[in-house]
């Protein structure tokens, strides 16, 4: 038989209902109460920090394993290894060995340097593009990748499609018409993403790895990717 994700919270709920009954009826539950309200309280802080956790670590994990290795990454060992923590274990509270209000006040200093860093990482990330661009330009021929019409360069329909997309007739182009500010825009990122995933695939990206993962795959991530 399977068991629900929310039964333990349910079964929580239950005995902290049961014990305000006992009280009700004249029962000491002057001793259990205070305890289980505080670590109720405490579970309760989590499994909603880790909510938003899981929705601000979305932009991040595709690169996640070339990231937390650059020189860029802004988050701390500990950090790291908790956020790891975290996406293997699908953001869930049930498996923690643990749970106090020292690890939600952790989650919520690692929430807030995803959240005000991520300008910082869309920079280091439109920096590998940029990267990549020139290393493509290097083995294709300079000039000749830089200036000829992107529909007649002889690379994939599919990065052709994407690089298009960037509304550039040529590849110099892309880099005449886009300042940094513009690589911090959404559907500017999620280009560089999709360019990036395809590379990746073709065996010819910058990032050693990218992490093709929907949501239920968390298990198969490069945490220890080398």
């Given at each position: 038989m399977m068991v629900s994700e929310r039964a333990p919270e349910r079964a929580y709920f239950l005995l902290f209902i049961s014990w305000e009954l006992r009280g009700s009826f004249g029962c000491d539950n002057r001793i259990v109460r205070p305890s289980f309200i505080h670590t109720y309280r405490i579970r309760k802080a989590l499994k909603n920090k880790l909510g938003e956790l899981e929705y601000h670590t979305q932009p991040y994990i595709k690169f996640w394993c070339a990231w937390i290795k650059s020189d860029d990454c802004?988050?701390?060992?500990?950090?790291?290894?908790?956020?790891?923590?975290?996406?293997?274990?699908?953001?869930?509270?049930?498996?923690?060995?643990?749970?106090?209000?020292?690890?939600?006040?952790?989650?919520?200093?690692?929430?807030?340097?995803?959240?005000?860093?991520?300008?910082?990482?869309?920079?280091?990330?439109?920096?590998?593009?940029?990267?990549?661009?020139?290393?493509?330009?290097?083995?294709?021929?300079?000039?000749k990748f830089l200036n000829t019409p992107i529909k007649e360069l002889?690379?994939?329909?599919?990065?052709?499609?994407?690089?298009?997309?960037?509304?550039v007739e040529t590849i110099i182009?892309?880099?005449?018409?886009?300042?940094?500010?513009?690589?911090?825009?959404?559907?500017?990122?999620?280009?560089?993403?999709?360019?990036?995933?395809?590379?990746?695939?073709?065996?010819?990206?910058?990032?050693?790895?990218?992490?093709?993962?929907?949501?239920e795959e968390y298990s198969s991530f490069c945490v220890n990717d080398g």
């Open positions: 802004f988050l701390n060992e500990k950090e790291i290894a908790l956020a790891n923590s975290f996406i293997l274990n699908k953001f869930s509270i049930e498996n923690l060995k643990s749970v106090s209000s020292e690890t939600v006040n952790e989650v919520e200093q690692l929430l807030c340097k995803l959240k005000n860093g991520f300008t910082k990482f869309q920079f280091w990330l439109a920096f590998g593009f940029a990267t990549t661009i020139i290393r493509m330009a290097d083995e294709y021929g300079s000039d002889k690379i994939s329909n599919e990065i052709k499609n994407i690089l298009i997309e960037f509304k182009e892309l880099f005449e018409n886009y300042n940094e500010e513009d690589f911090t825009k959404i559907w500017v990122y999620q280009k560089i993403l999709e360019f990036e995933v395809v590379l990746n695939r073709e065996g010819k990206s910058l990032f050693k790895k990218i992490s093709n993962l929907p949501k």
